[in-house]
């Protein structure tokens, strides 16, 4: 147990390790909060901005554009994806933990950006959620508010107290470096009490998964139900693009000037009308077949593909949709459909 300052601390630490590692997290940079590289404990965001940010880990593991194949101008290959250097995470959230690992179980050792960017992650800070937005139904999906493991410390902020949990050797033997003093049981139960709001507030938003993967498959032919609920949509993309999980990406050749050239892999997302666009025809050219594709992913195909449900319920293609469709809203409504 500590405070904002062991915070501070810890950060110092683990910028003093040997050898040195970048560390990464959310930051306020020109009035938005963003995903990116830390210098000092003063830039972490501690707790919640009001609202989720569109970045999320899978920003610098499978970065928006990169570049997998280098050719030059002699018609040598070189594939350019190693990372310099090791990477810290540091005050990620319980959903961009589990985003994380279904990641993990798409991408790594097939994807060669993903899982070199992934081998060089040396530790992960994580921060429990214990003021979760509106937004958020994590509860719904057992992604958060809190933090159980596949991280090496987390911590809590509740009022001026900070409650740390070491949940691997290496994070045990940190915070023993930083002698943290042991929570008393009046300080133990605010925590309990806060743990407890916590989940309830993430929770209770949708209907439970594994009958809304039932009802998803059972109504999936039903086309006036999905034209209903896509009605508003614009098929922008945006809710693919900032979904920690989404990982699809399209492939393009590009010319670099000087006689080389590089395959470069972009982010697409299944919502767009290109995505479908293929040679000798459209496979899903109307709105309400890829507003569906989306849902159903998430809801029913991931269970096959990663063993649960591919959404964290961050809230995040919510809250950074332009149309201002929720997620959550066209679960209840799939549910309510007769
Ligand atoms: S962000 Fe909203 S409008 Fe854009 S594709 Fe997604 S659901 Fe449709
Ligand atoms: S579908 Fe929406 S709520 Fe679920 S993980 Fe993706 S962005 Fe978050
Ligand atoms: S969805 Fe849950 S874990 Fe993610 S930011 Fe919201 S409260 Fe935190």
């Known amino acids: 147990m500590g405070s904002k300052e062991d915070i501070s601390r810890l950060f110092h630490y683990i910028k003093e390790l040997t050898p040195p590692s970048s560390i990464i997290g959310y930051k306020v940079q020109e009035g938005s909060v963003v995903f990116g590289a830390l210098e000092r404990p003063e830039e972490l965001v501690l707790g919640l901005p009001p609202r989720i940010p569109q970045f999320s880990p899978k920003y610098i593991l499978l970065p928006p554009e990169h570049v997998l194949v280098h050719v030059n101008r002699?018609?040598?290959v070189t594939t350019k994806?190693?990372?310099a250097g090791?990477?810290?995470?540091?005050?990620i959230k319980p959903c961009d933990l589990l985003a994380m690992r279904i990641l993990d179980c798409i991408l790594m050792a097939r994807h060669p950006v993903y899982t070199s960017t992934r081998g060089s992650l040396k530790l992960i800070v994580a921060e429990e959620c214990l003021r979760p937005l509106e937004t958020c139904?994590?509860?719904?999906?057992?992604a958060g508010p809190l933090i159980e493991d596949h991280c090496d410390i987390a911590y809590a902020i509740v009022g001026d107290t900070v409650f740390f949990k070491a949940l691997s050797g290496a994070g045990l033997g940190i915070l023993r470096d930083l002698r943290l003093s042991t929570p008393g049981e009046k300080e133990l139960e605010k925590y309990m009490e806060a743990s407890r709001i916590a989940t309830e507030r993430a929770s209770g938003k949708i209907p439970v998964p594994l009958a809304l993967r039932k009802e998803l498959v059972d109504k999936t032919a039903r086309v006036d139900l999905w034209r209903d609920v896509s009605r508003k949509c614009l098929a922008c993309g945006s809710c693919n693009y900032v979904c920690p999980t989404c990982f699809c990406i399209e492939l393009e050749d590009m010319l670099q000037g000087d006689g080389e050239a590089a395959r470069v892999a972009k982010w697409i997302g299944c919502r767009t009308y290109t995505y479908g666009l293929v040679a000798g025809g459209h496979f899903r050219r109307e709105?309400?077949?890829?507003?569906?594709?989306?849902v159903l992913h998430k809801f029913v195909f991931y269970e096959k593909q990663v063993g649960r449900t591919g959404c964290v319920g961050c809230g995040r293609c919510t809250t950074w949709c332009p149309a201002g469709i929720d997620l959550k809203e066209s679960l209840r409504e799939v549910s309510r459909w007769k």
């Open 137 to 142: 139904f994590c509860g719904d999906v057992k």
């Open 86 to 91: 090791s990477i810290v995470l540091f005050g």
């Open 287 to 294: 709105l309400y077949t890829r507003y569906r594709h989306f």
């Open 74 to 76: 002699d018609y040598a």
């Open 81 to 83: 994806h190693q990372v």
